[in-house]
């Protein structure tokens, strides 16, 4: 298994996945069992980051988190912006660095006008770049061990919960498509779940059908979902997707 993979999901998409215990035990060299019980460690730049490196100000946002797993989790989806800012821009490192709009949307400091998406789940770390005009955003969710009253209760709308989802993997993947398309339109927790809705394999916002949107679900492995949303307008990398489990 592949320990880092980058898909080209367009022309202009591209997207990083990072498996976090290879990343923990390998890149980190973290000697824990399970680095998801751990307190946090202190970070330095002088430490292996597959090779990349961290601003003072990143490293001061790692070092402030009270638990290793959140620093993992934090730490390796910048690596995954960093690698796909070095692969398309020639960017890698502490000039790849991410900062936040005013809603806590992510940006490159260097290239405010790339989009980029984050997100990390279970075992995984992803991130999503797109050049050229318009957005694209990733999410990824773990399929296991997850309360589905809550992820009902929170994500869908009355009209959804008429007719719920047959599984926990296709609300997961409803799930999926409703965080990428929060993060797609920059407002992170300041817009209810509830008010996307997904019908018919469509995207409402409002009551209002997303006619210029698409999305990709697919399975990074049998406990993880991700979802790609992207424009209509952005042809689609086909040999890169043929490689994908779509569901």
């Not at 009270?66 to 821009?89: D, F, H, N, T």
Request: charged share 30%; with cysteine.
């Amino acid at each position: 298994m592949k320990k880092i993979k980058i898909y080209r999901f367009a022309k202009n998409i591209w997207v990083c996945e990072l498996y976090l215990p290879w990343y923990a035990s390998e890149i980190l060299k973290i000697s824990t069992p399970d680095y998801r019980k751990e307190k946090s460690l202190t970070f330095r730049n002088n430490m292996p980051y597959s090779g990349c490196s961290f601003s003072d100000e990143e490293m001061t946002k790692i070092n402030s988190f009270p638990a290793l797993k959140k620093q993992v989790e934090w730490s390796a989806g910048r690596i995954c912006i960093k690698k796909l800012a070095g692969l398309v821009m020639g960017k890698e490192g502490v000039t790849a660095s991410v900062s936040y709009r005013k809603k806590g949307a992510p940006y490159l400091q260097d290239y405010p006008d790339v989009y980029i998406s984050i997100s990390h789940s279970g075992n995984f770390a992803m991130a999503l770049l797109k050049t050229g005009p318009g957005r694209a955003s990733i999410d990824v969710e773990t399929v296991k061990s997850r309360n589905t009253e809550s992820i009902v209760k929170v994500a869908l709308s009355e009209k959804e919960k008429s007719a719920p989802p047959s599984s926990l993997r296709e609300l997961i993947k409803i799930f999926t498509i409703k965080e990428a398309f929060m993060k797609y339109i920059e407002q992170g927790f300041h817009e209810s779940l509830k008010k996307i809705e997904i019908i018919d394999e469509k995207i409402f916002h409002n009551s209002v059908p997303m006619d210029a949107l698409n999305y990709i679900s697919y399975e990074v492995d049998e406990s993880h979902i991700a979802t790609v949303v992207y424009e209509k307008k952005d042809e689609l990398n086909h040999a890169d997707i043929s490689t994908l489990k779509i569901i």
